[in-house]
């Protein structure tokens, strides 16, 4: 099963991926992890967008797709493949159906997990990350047993700096206008599946199973 995965930062993408995976067997594909990947590699491909991140500048979309195709290569007509982090809009998308139309691979879900304003708020300005493993923690929905210390590694915790409340809608805003044609431009297509994110994580996830069939 191929499947793309959607929602605002504070969604829960990361979580209900990792959990995805592990029941479906499938490959997690995240765009930002092949980039870094590749850069630390000195690929070819990750010499030209380390190029574009020196500058500050985002990665072109056909420098992405290259890895993309790379990494979605065979996988889909195996074990299949969860998208995370891509595609970002309507153009994105256009240009992800090509390739992998031209490699015989379909998507067959694409889930969104639609959180509200107040939730998405509430769970980022509580994250708290570890600086040593970056293992992540929340001060109230899973908070670590001492205050500020990492429980896996001892490492001090921190709040990212794009998790305060100002930023986080910012954040928001620019998700939803850079979002909104691609949600609808799967919705035509018939394979979109939209999930509930203010819910506990075990009724997200739920409702995200049930939405793939039992799958």
Not at 94 to 108: F, N, Y
Not at 169 to 182: A, F, I, P, Q, S
Request: net charge positive; proline share 3%.
């Amino acid at each position: 099963m191929n499947i793309i995965l959607l929602g605002a930062p504070g969604a829960g993408k990361g979580t209900h991926s990792e959990m995805l995976v592990k029941d479906l067997g499938l490959r997690h594909i995240s765009t930002g992890d092949l980039l870094r990947e590749e850069v630390k590699k000195a690929s070819p491909v990750g010499l030209e967008a380390k190029g574009y991140m020196d500058k500050g500048a985002l990665v072109p979309d056909a420098v992405v797709m290259k890895l993309l195709a790379e990494a979605i290569s065979g996988t889909g007509k195996s074990g299949g493949f969860l998208l995370d982090g891509f595609p970002r809009n309507e153009s994105q998308a256009e240009m992800l159906e090509k390739e992998l139309s031209s490699a015989g691979i379909s998507i067959d879900r694409v889930l969104y997990l639609n959180v509200s304003e107040a939730v998405v708020i509430k769970r980022l300005t509580g994250r708290r990350i570890c600086k040593n493993c970056a293992a992540v923690y929340h001060v109230v929905n899973m908070p670590s047993r001492k205050e500020g210390i990492c429980d896996k590694c001892g490492g001090t915790l921190y709040q990212r700096p794009d998790d305060t409340s100002g930023t986080v809608l910012r954040r928001l805003d620019v998700y939803r206008k850079e979002t909104e044609g691609l949600i609808n431009y799967y919705k035509a297509k018939r394979i979109l599946k939209e999930v509930n994110a203010d819910l506990s994580r075990d009724d997200t996830y739920a409702l995200i199973r049930e939405s793939l069939g039992g799958k």
